[in-house]
């Protein structure tokens, strides 16, 4: 059964506006989280995290929310770049953890 | 640093054939960790290690076998393949294990099993 889920398998945007991916997670104990990026034919790279005891973690044009109460995420992207055109994993684990649980994607498309 | 490598990067294997997919990071890691990545899962977790001489059992990790016997090299054992096994593997190193540590991923191999 899967923690962590993205029930959004595809998002498509134009260039400059915003796109905003949604992760929802079922394990109370997952107390960290982050979101990774990845290109055709190349492994993921880690884009941003974030640590239950915070609500926003911001680096750029990339901020990440995290309602815990709700047990979601969400990750804004402004303004949107051609670049951006990716596969974005959310994942997940708790803070005595060396497992990390990974939500099934979303391909976002930047459109010009 | 070339950071995580793995090879090969495409295999294809008959049913019932083993093959080890290679895995070596130079970053003096003591995590590495092996991922399936198939359509609509996600990447899912086969094994992990925490140190040289320490695995242990992910999410999926029937039909597989891993041992570390140095910091750097992780392989993976595919010891009676089946066309359930087709899929991408990426390998994973990181200081510590969990979401705490940003992971640093290999390039994948893909593995198809007629």
């Known amino acids: 059964d899967q923690q962590v889920k993205q029930n959004s398998p595809s998002l498509s945007v134009q260039e400059g506006r915003i796109s905003i991916l949604n992760c929802d997670y079922t394990n109370s104990m997952f107390d960290y989280f982050l979101w990774y990026k990845k290109y055709p034919a190349e492994g993921p790279t880690f884009l941003i995290s974030i640590s239950s005891i915070k609500d926003k973690n911001e680096d750029g044009r990339f901020t990440v929310f995290l309602n815990k109460s709700a047990k979601h995420l969400s990750l804004h992207i402004v303004p949107s770049q051609p670049g951006d055109s990716a596969v974005y994993f959310c994942a997940a684990s708790g803070s005595n953890d060396y497992k990390l649980s990974f939500g099934a994607g979303t391909t976002v498309t930047v459109r010009a | 640093n070339a950071g995580v490598t793995q090879t090969p990067k495409f295999q294809v294997l008959k049913t019932g054939q083993s093959m080890t997919l290679q895995c070596a990071q130079d970053?003096?890691?003591?995590?590495m960790s092996w991922y399936r990545q198939d359509p609509g899962m996600g990447l899912r977790l086969i094994h992990y290690?925490?140190?040289?001489?320490?695995?242990d059992q992910g999410e999926v990790p029937n039909g597989y076998n891993v041992s570390r016997s140095t910091t750097e090299d992780f392989p993976l054992r595919l010891l009676s393949a089946a066309p359930s096994q087709t899929s991408v593997y990426f390998c994973?190193?990181?200081?510590?294990?969990?979401?705490?540590?940003?992971?640093?991923f290999g390039p994948g191999t893909r593995l198809t099993v007629t």
């Open positions: 994973a190193s990181s200081y510590s294990g969990g979401a705490a540590y940003e992971q640093y």
């Open positions: 970053m003096n890691h003591e995590y």
């Open positions: 290690s925490v140190g040289a001489g320490i695995t």
